[in-house]
């Protein structure tokens, strides 16, 4: 539920928000007066990390109390979705911690300060913060901290393509979390490191560990860690092999998941990783319905975190697929092409917030523009995608934009980058293969090993 409805969930904000002094927002303006006031408490020159600590003790006692639970909240917002909320809330965060002189407090406000600064386009600020929550963070020591910094710094560097930063700092984050008997924020630290491997193209390894969350969630009866690390196993079987049968168990255990208390857009990624086991079979009206059923539950807002990747770029890859094909009988094409054209929107508006998506949101936006009959526009926009996942050190990525572009030009015709069809697809074919994935079932309309 979103907190601007009425119900439980707002009272309960209401009461919270009213015991730390400040008014619920009934709107995105009213949050956006609670980030102003909170921003303009920190003056200009202290928009830098650090500010001034509380002369009584009992000021810095209520000032960590506020402190604590803004980040509650703001957790709680994430979860419910309320995105214009997030930022004001973690910045008054902010201001409390370091009131407070509270190392643990304003590191695990930095870095919530630091990501949402980052998703809503303020990067140099966002990295700032995360910098600076990385450094509080290994000055106060604290289990919980270096955890919880670990897991929105994750967001934050998966987001932006620093790949490097979050696989380095990940392993001491999970033998705090390990020692201090933290299971589901180490499982959580394992999960977004899955998806930086899935990210880079190292598949086995994502694998190895979204297996190792999957056992841990079903074995304390989590299903949201179960329900996740069995996702990226299905993204990561399909990046490789979509066609695999064995991937059918996976995805009876997912329906038996999704109708418990998990995540929407985690039910979407399902949906969709049926849609492109299906697809990839040769199931086109199964898939059409597991893709329809993904699309009404996403919506028309995206959900702004790097690891649902899946879940905003399946939707309009599968409908193109399928226009492509003509498939499947009996449905409209413009159902298709409305669905086709709403996901684009989605996954336009999160690549916006998240740099890492761009490469493949390019590549979308060629294969709308050929299938409408501007052929030059898509050309470039596969041009573009290729320099991005590059730019990124995105390999399944870049070998994906190299398909689409190379599939689509004439024999004889060059590219913008003066290569020829067989010149992309050879190089397509070669980085698939350095991955992993089975460049035999590479089918004309790319759909197949699901390399669209």
Known sequence: MQLGEAGPARQHFERTLALLGSPM?????????????????????????GALVE???????????????????????????????????ALFGLNQAERAGRLDLTASSQVWVGTMAGTAG???????????????????????????????GGLHWLGVGDW?????????????????????????????????????????????????????????????????????LLE???RVDAGDPATAEWLEEADQLVTQQVGRIDTVRAHLAAAQFHL????????????????????????????????????????????????????????????AAIGLRRLRRYARSIPMARSRTLVCL???????????????????????????AMPWELAHAHHQLGRHLAAGQ????????????DRARSTFAALGCRTELLAPTGTAAWPT
């Open 280 to 339: 990839a079979g040769g199931r086109a009206a199964t898939a059409w319905r597991a893709t329809r059923t993904a699309a009404e539950l996403a919506g028309r807002e995206p959900f702004y975190a790097p690891y649902t990747l899946e879940g905003h770029a399946g939707i309009p890859e599968v409908c193109l697929a399928l226009l492509e094909r003509g498939e499947p009988t009996g449905v409209d094409p413009a159902e298709l092409r409305a669905t």
């Open 55 to 89: 002369r009584q003790q009992e000021q810095r006692t209520q000032a960590a109390e506020r402190a604590a639970t803004c980040r509650h909240m703001a957790e709680a917002c994430w979860v419910l979705e309320n995105w214009p909320a997030l930022l004001p809330l």
């Open 236 to 238: 990561s079987r399909l």
């Open 414 to 425: 060059r590219s913008p980058l003066g290569m020829d069809r067989t010149e992309h697809l």
């Open 366 to 392: 060629g294969w709308s523009h050929w299938l409408q009959g501007r052929h030059g526009a898509a050309y470039r926009a596969w041009t573009r995608a290729i320099a991005k996942a590059e730019r990124l």
């Open 25 to 49: 927002p009934a709107s995105t303006l009213g949050w956006l007066d609670v980030l102003a006031s909170q921003a303009l408490q920190r003056r200009l020159r202290r928009l830098r990390p």
């Open 122 to 152: 303020l990067r140099r600020l966002g990295h700032r913060q995360v910098q600076a929550a990385v450094e509080a963070t290994d000055r106060a020591g604290d289990p919980i901290t270096i955890c919880w910094t670990q897991l929105l």
């Open 164 to 232: 490097t930063t979050l696989d380095a700092r990940a392993p001491t984050a999970l033998a705090a979390g390990a020692a201090a008997s933290l299971h589901r924020l180490a499982d959580e630290v394992v999960l977004i490191g899955a998806v930086c491997r899935y990210l880079t193209g190292r598949f086995s390894e994502a694998a190895a560990m979204a297996a190792d969350a999957r056992a841990a969630g079903r074995d304390r009866h989590d299903p949201v860690v179960h329900l996740w690390g069995l996702l990226i």
